[in-house]
């Protein structure tokens, strides 16, 4: 996550990601033709929904506490995020229990939906 759009304690967040041909990334996916793995658009999608969770919790690391992510469901691609996009990225909780959270998460390019998905965390001591 590159800035922090938008926060709504306990709700959502809106955040977004500078896609740079810099990314070393790119120097093999895909030689020639350079697209921004999926996974690492699901890793977009869980930091912006780790900052929504930690900051609703109102926690800092000093405290003892980490966010893991800890799993995704029914994650799916809809176009490709390629080099100059900005990967605007979206997460509202779904539910809280025991420490482990549930967000539905979205990441678009100029409006159009890249992927959605289920994001998991969990807040657990260090």
């Known amino acids: ?14 955040a977004y990601k500078n896609i ?3 990314e070393p990334i790119f120097t093999g996916h895909f030689p020639d ?3 921004f793995p999926g996974v690492l658009i699901i890793e977009a999608m869980a930091q ?5 969770g ?6 800092k690391p000093q405290d003892g506490s980490i ?18 996009d900005r990967l605007m990225l979206e997460a509202s909780i779904l539910s809280e229990k025991r420490g482990i959270w549930k967000f539905q998460c979205k990441a678009s390019v100029d409006g159009e939906l890249a992927s959605s998905g289920t ?8």
């Open 1 to 14: 996550v590159d800035r922090l759009v938008d926060l709504k304690l306990g709700r959502s967040i809106k």
């Open 20 to 22: 740079s041909v810099n």
């Open 33 to 35: 033709i350079p697209v």
């Open 48 to 52: 912006a929904a780790g900052i929504l």
């Open 54 to 59: 930690f900051k609703t919790m109102d926690k």
């Open 67 to 84: 966010y893991y992510f800890v799993g995704s469901d029914d994650v799916r691609f809809k176009r490709p995020v390629v080099p100059g």
């Open 119 to 126: 994001i998991l965390c969990a807040d657990r001591k260090v």
